[in-house]
């Protein structure tokens, strides 16, 4: 069973430039209706970011509701070997109640087997992003990485956000958001505003592409503006 990590310091302008810069890069994905996978690890150890990501979710629908309808899957796992996906929600109401109802159990990472649910969602119907929120990894990586690869095959990549500091879950998730075609970056108690323009932001992107992603930047928060303003 994995032990709880200590959060320090917030996410580094580096560490979110690199994620623009990987964000920016992508296609395009199709305008219009949009579906992303918002997936969480629900073991023992992130009860507080779960509560976190409950404040937070919101954010994904108002920031997309003048590009498209966003459809989001809700995914997490916890307990021995307990997995659980959501149906399509496309209000912030359903998706707060969904995550309301989750308790998080003490076990270990499930990360192949959400991996495994996304590619097949992505085969019957396209998913525009999938978001993952962790902070550990037990499973084998380069498995973990095949099917990254397969879900970059896809065109469905990966954005991978890191709570703490474990430096082989950085390395792990760092490869698999490069072979899905994705971005990765770490975040911490400290950096709860920066987390929220971020979610916010891979949702703008599943719904509008660059552009909007581009476009929502200069409305955001003034860091993320900035750096922005670097990679032009």
């Given at each position: 069973?994995?032990?709880?990590?200590?959060?320090?310091?917030?996410?580094?302008?580096?560490?979110?430039?690199?994620?623009?810069?990987?964000?920016?890069?992508?296609?395009?994905?199709?305008h219009?209706?949009?579906?992303?996978?918002?997936?969480?690890?629900?073991?023992?150890?992130?009860?507080?970011?779960?509560?976190?990501?409950?404040?937070?979710?919101?954010?994904?629908?108002?920031?997309?509701?003048?590009?498209?309808?966003?459809?989001?899957?809700?995914?997490?796992?916890?307990g021995?070997?307990?997995?659980?996906?959501?149906?399509?929600?496309?209000?912030?109401?359903?998706?707060?109640?969904?995550?309301?109802?989750?308790?998080?159990?003490?076990?270990?990472?499930?990360?192949?087997?959400?991996?495994?649910?996304?590619?097949?969602?992505?085969?019957?119907?396209?998913?525009?992003a999938?978001?993952?929120?962790?902070?550990?990894?037990?499973?084998?990586?380069?498995?973990?990485?095949?099917?990254?690869?397969?879900?970059?095959?896809?065109?469905?990549?990966?954005?991978?956000?890191?709570?703490g500091?474990?430096?082989?879950?950085?390395?792990?998730f760092?490869?698999?958001?490069?072979?899905?075609?994705?971005?990765?970056?770490?975040?911490?108690?400290?950096?709860?505003?920066?987390?929220?323009?971020?979610l916010?932001?891979?949702?703008?992107?599943?719904?509008?592409?660059?552009?909007?992603l581009?476009?929502?930047?200069?409305?955001?928060?003034?860091?993320?503006?900035?750096?922005?303003?670097?990679?032009?």
């Amino acid at each position: 069973m994995k032990e709880k990590h200590a959060l320090s310091t917030v996410s580094s302008h580096q560490d979110i430039e690199e994620f623009l810069q990987q964000a920016q890069q992508l296609a395009a994905p199709v305008h219009g209706n949009a579906r992303m996978i918002f997936a969480l690890d629900a073991t023992a150890s992130r009860e507080r970011t779960w509560d976190h990501a409950c404040h937070l979710q919101s954010e994904m629908f108002l920031q997309t509701q003048e590009l498209g309808k966003l459809a989001i899957q809700l995914c997490h796992y916890g307990g021995l070997s307990s997995f659980s996906a959501s149906g399509w929600l496309q209000d912030t109401n359903s998706l707060l109640n969904r995550m309301n109802s989750v308790k998080c159990l003490g076990g270990h990472t499930q990360i192949a087997r959400l991996l495994e649910h996304s590619l097949k969602q992505t085969r019957q119907q396209p998913v525009q992003a999938i978001i993952f929120i962790g902070d550990c990894v037990e499973e084998p990586v380069d498995f973990l990485c095949q099917l990254s690869g397969q879900l970059g095959i896809h065109s469905t990549p990966l954005f991978i956000f890191q709570e703490g500091r474990d430096i082989t879950a950085a390395r792990a998730f760092k490869q698999m958001a490069k072979l899905s075609g994705g971005a990765y970056c770490r975040f911490d108690d400290s950096s709860a505003a920066t987390l929220k323009a971020l979610l916010s932001a891979v949702a703008v992107y599943a719904t509008g592409g660059r552009r909007a992603l581009l476009e929502y930047a200069k409305k955001g928060d003034p860091d993320i503006l900035q750096l922005t303003h670097q990679l032009k």
